[in-house]
DNA sequence: GCAGCCTAATACCCGGTGGGTATCAGGCCG
DNA sequence: CGGCCTGATACCCACCGGGTATTAGGCTGC
């Protein structure tokens, strides 16, 4: 049984992700009857059915969702070889940072002071994305370390090392009746039926229920926090982008957030191994 | 810039394990001339020199050493995607779970019965290996869950449980001097002249210098013990398949060694998950 | 109930490219 | 200097991945 190649997994993630032969052909780039081919010889040399084919298009079997989650990974993996090996044949590269836009620079600020202050450190690029997409492009070889969050963040298979743990405040109008308190509980916070909390999308892209307003980045909370639509629960450290009339009040027993430096687990890059005893030294002492 | 095929990587692979062309060919199962274009195509289009041409064959360059790394992971999450998609399309599929030849069974046998005992548990698949193989099994997709030991085994990238932790015994000949005493130290363990520890492979492949015989297999090392050739430092519990005429003296500074149960990080399936639960469950009352 | 559509599947053709064979080129060695 | 062992070049072929045209089968709506 010959090997998967790169081509057949992009072109089983496209319709699954479209679950519409005609769509992800276009997406492809190709037409629809090789494409619809070339997955039936998939499902053939599997030995396992991937699609339940439908008049409305086609909806995955359990086999089919295996598949995808694992075929995303192997994609990743793949363009990791060659994003990194591309970076490895460039002398002075320097290593790509990547972090949160909006969470607090204050710690980052220090990393990069107390990595560069080292002899013959390489260079830093920081690289800010949206709220989950660290760990893909930590992945897929855009970056070569980043900064998390736990428990909110997707840490699972990378190495960390913990760097910072703290708690979280609500973020509320200045007028309304809760910012007059020293303190909250998630209770009280969850219980405020004007200023229902924002809904992040899970990570395969949909929306858990509830009242609050979706979001998927953090320019477009900031704006419906400023407008009072919505009042937020985030690490205290990242107050530091709250707008002029916010109050921030501690939430006493909402669980505590530690910033991590995360990292792909194969084989130390010495560059990297320097970051991170950068980061260990930076704690302990501090 | 077209995307690297599986294909690419086996080859690449292929030449800089063999760090010849026509070798790499042979073991390919195709012609040198296809080979060498092949590679050589690969460069131009990473822009990326991989090996430098030797009369006396190949040898890699810096990036060519972190393709290498990253194409061995690829490659292995590219043949997971077919393994356990197979698995999935399998109605009554049991989990399988790797653990070291050698260990102790005993700690095993409680989770398995543990995970037994539970209503509706899927059937687990014991599947034994030598040192050091369970995460490329577990990378690979052969196996689902793997008993592992830190800190001697590889967990990166892995979820993991910790199971049990323990000290590590010596294992000497009965007549040995040492035999006799109470408790040792690993300096008097290391300082053994005619017991020097058998060395074991790197995970290259290589063997660290040293007077001790080269080991790979356990069964090797069975033996070795049983000729009186070489001493042991092991974990308490593997004391089980120690030879009749070998006595256990504990070392009382030897690093603790903790089992841990370890999967890899993806989607949980839910009988994984209970497998975990399972074993959690074991090691708090227990 | 039949016409029209929207889906995926089938039939068939074509060209690019991956692979084979034959050969070349250049150092090391005897 | 001549064998020889390396990778590189030249050239050819055939396979298969992709395109176009068409079919097949439902659901929808008039």
Same mark, same amino acid.
Not at 76 to 94: I, L, Q, S
């Given at each position: 049984?010959?090997?998967?190649?790169?081509?057949?997994?992009?072109?089983?993630?496209?319709?699954?992700?479209?679950?519409?032969?005609?769509?992800?052909?276009?997406?492809?780039?190709?037409?629809?009857?090789?494409?619809?081919?070339?997955?039936?010889?998939?499902?053939?040399?599997?030995?396992?059915?991937?699609?339940?084919?439908?008049?409305?298009?086609?909806?995955?079997?359990?086999?089919?969702?295996?598949?995808?989650?694992?075929?995303?990974?192997?994609?990743?993996?793949?363009?990791?070889?060659?994003?990194?090996?591309?970076?490895?044949?460039?002398?002075?590269?320097?290593?790509?940072?990547?972090?949160?836009?909006?969470?607090?620079?204050?710690?980052?600020?220090? $990393?990069?002071?107390?990595?560069?202050?080292?002899?013959?450190?390489?260079?830093?690029?920081?690289?800010?994305?949206?709220?989950?997409?660290?760990?893909?492009?930590?992945?897929?070889?855009?970056?070569?370390?980043? $900064?998390?969050?736990?428990?909110?963040?997707?840490?699972?298979?990378?190495?960390?090392?913990?760097?910072?743990?703290?708690?979280?405040?609500?973020?509320?109008?200045?007028?309304?009746?809760?910012?007059?308190?020293?303190?909250?509980?998630?209770?009280?916070?969850?219980?405020?039926?004007?200023?229902?909390?924002?809904?992040?999308?899970?990570?395969?892209?949909?929306?858990?229920?509830?009242?609050?307003?979706?979001?998927?980045?953090?320019?477009?909370?900031?704006?419906?926090?400023? $407008?009072?639509?919505? $009042?937020?629960?985030?690490?205290?450290?990242?107050?530091?982008?709250?707008?002029?009339?916010?109050?921030?009040?501690?939430?006493?027993?909402?669980?505590?957030?530690?910033?991590?430096?995360?990292?792909?687990?194969?084989?130390?890059?010495?560059?990297?191994?320097?970051?991170?005893?950068?980061?260990?030294?930076?704690?302990?002492?501090?």
């Amino acid at each position: 049984m010959p090997d998967l190649e790169t081509r057949e997994l992009r072109y089983f993630v496209a319709v699954a992700e479209e679950l519409h032969f005609g769509r992800a052909a276009d997406r492809l780039g190709i037409a629809q009857p090789p494409l619809s081919r070339a997955i039936r010889l998939l499902e053939h040399r599997l030995g396992v059915q991937l699609f339940e084919r439908d008049r409305r298009g086609a909806v995955l079997t359990d086999a089919g969702r295996v598949m995808l989650r694992e075929s995303r990974a192997a994609l990743d993996a793949v363009e990791a070889v060659a994003r990194r090996t591309r970076r490895a044949g460039d002398p002075n590269r320097p290593l790509v940072l990547v972090t949160k836009a909006g969470a607090s620079h204050e710690l980052l600020q220090r $990393l990069l002071d107390a990595q560069a202050a080292e002899p013959g450190a390489t260079p830093v690029d920081v690289l800010l994305c949206e709220v989950g997409e660290q760990a893909k492009l930590l992945r897929d070889g855009h970056a070569d370390v980043a $900064l998390m969050h736990r428990p909110f963040d997707d840490l699972a298979g990378f190495d960390t090392e913990d760097l910072h743990v703290e708690g979280q405040i609500a973020l509320l109008p200045a007028g309304h009746p809760l910012a007059a308190r020293e303190q909250l509980t998630l209770a009280e916070v969850q219980g405020v039926p004007d200023l229902p909390i924002a809904r992040w999308p899970r990570l395969d892209g949909s929306y858990p229920d509830g009242p609050g307003p979706e979001v998927r980045t953090q320019s477009q909370l900031a704006q419906l926090v400023a $407008l009072g639509k919505t $009042l937020l629960v985030i690490p205290a450290s990242s107050r530091a982008w709250q707008w002029p009339d916010h109050v921030a009040v501690p939430v006493v027993d909402a669980p505590e957030v530690t910033t991590v430096l995360a990292w792909p687990p194969n084989g130390h890059s010495p560059a990297i191994a320097a970051l991170v005893r950068a980061a260990a030294a930076l704690r302990s002492p501090g």
